[in-house]
């Protein structure tokens, strides 16, 4: 959708009709412009300081890889580019990525990889690409084989760290022919699936303790005690996202479809009746505090209309994903007078445990993070989003 402006146009006598003229940019392309006009290098995306690798340079970056897919101007590609160029050196090795963190989060940003080098065939990339990869082989596991979120985070699974691992893995396998990874992909997807899953409301909790030992954690199940949007909106595009790649007759496809299709239909149930998104805290719409979030509302959306473009869901999701998208923007989308548009009303970052202070996934917790406009955490679905509806 475009932005509308009328003009009068004189017919006759002097008969008044109001025409329709385009004026701005695909939400898309004024969504990827305004954030390189924020962060003139790309290494500055999610409000950097200083070079570093983090999932969420990967994140955003993908999105606007999509733009140059879409516009072939070569702005684009050469600003996700650069963040390759000046991070990885020429043995492959990657500024601030240390292996030995065992951070799930870590492998996002290796996606961007696949494609620059498919076409550069810079050897360094490769090279990058086999490091992440390889940081799989020692990922500490719960007893049934999830990995752990982090090294940091003994014997948890987070949903979110389902996006962070599972796509890179996914488009390996495809790419260099690396099949066990296939099983791995399905079987991560599967194993948090069943232990974070709650038949009553059809919602899957932030993340699971297997030792039971966290503050935040219940003493019989081992559950976060709430559901964060995010958290369900991470895992949903992992989804989206793995099927591209996992072979069409892969014996855990169908398990996988039939998930995401059952936590679609539930999110159905908890968007706000005013705006349509929905909530930081998922289910306690009522609750004083809450508030409509967009990073969480993004990838919901991002998911739906993906997920029906290419029939991993039914193509009900595509026109409700449409009508969301619509909502999302009357709700989240402001223009500043710079000419930039942003995004607001995101949740700056949410997680479980840590220091040194300790996040006890309460309710309280959630809605006490702060907010802020253009996170790349709903800026990059946004746009991903945008590109599919070509509006």
């Not at 991560?188 to 909790?205: E, M, N, P, R, W």
């Not at 503050?215 to 019989?220: A, V």
């Not at 959306?301 to 991993?312: D, F, L, R, S």
Request: charged share 25%; net charge positive; hydrophobic share 35%.
């Amino acid at each position: 959708m475009s932005k509308l402006k009328f003009k009068a146009s004189i017919i006759g006598f002097i008969l008044l009709i109001p025409m329709v003229v385009l004026d701005g940019k695909p939400y898309s392309i004024w969504m990827a412009d305004s954030e390189m006009k924020r962060n003139p290098e790309s290494w500055m995306i999610d409000f950097s300081k200083k070079l570093k690798w983090d999932y969420c340079n990967g994140l955003e970056l993908q999105s606007i890889y999509q733009v140059w897919k879409k516009t072939a101007d070569p702005k684009y590609f050469n600003y996700v580019k650069s963040y390759a160029d000046t991070i990885i050196n020429e043995n492959g090795n990657i500024t601030g990525y240390k292996p030995d963190d065992l951070s799930l989060d870590k492998l996002n940003s290796g996606k961007i990889l696949f494609d620059l080098y498919a076409k550069s065939k810079e050897e360094k990339l490769k090279k990058a690409i086999d490091l992440l990869r390889n940081q799989i082989k020692n990922q500490p596991r719960t007893s049934d084989g999830g990995f752990w979120h982090k090294k940091i985070y003994p014997n948890q699974m987070w949903l979110d760290g389902l996006y962070m691992a599972s796509p890179f893995l996914a488009e390996y396998a495809y790419r260099f022919g690396d099949k066990e990874l296939y099983d791995e992909v399905a079987n991560q997807i599967l194993t948090v699936a069943k232990h974070t899953f709650d038949s009553k409301t059809g919602l899957y909790y932030h993340g699971w303790d297997e030792s039971k030992l966290q503050k935040w954690s219940n003493p019989q199940t081992g559950l976060s005690p709430n559901f964060w949007s995010r958290s369900m909106g991470w895992y949903m595009m992992a989804m989206v996202d793995v099927l591209d790649f996992l072979p069409k007759n892969h014996p855990k496809r169908p398990e996988i479809i039939k998930i995401l299709t059952n936590l679609s239909q539930s999110l159905y149930n908890y968007r706000d009746p005013k705006t349509g998104m929905w909530f930081q805290v998922t289910d306690k719409m009522n609750e004083t505090g809450n508030y409509v979030e967009s990073s969480g509302s993004a990838m919901f959306i991002y998911t739906w209309v993906k997920g029906a473009q290419k029939g991993y869901l039914s193509k009900e999701f595509l026109e409700k994903g449409n009508k969301a998208y619509d909502q999302f923007v009357k709700q989240f989308i402001k223009e500043n007078p710079d000419g930039t548009i942003s995004v607001t009303d995101v949740c700056s970052v949410a997680g479980l445990g840590g220091e040194p202070r300790y996040r006890d996934g309460s309710y309280q917790y959630y809605i006490s993070e702060p907010k802020r406009d253009n996170d790349p955490k709903a800026v990059s679905p946004f746009i991903m989003v945008s590109v599919l509806l070509k509006k």
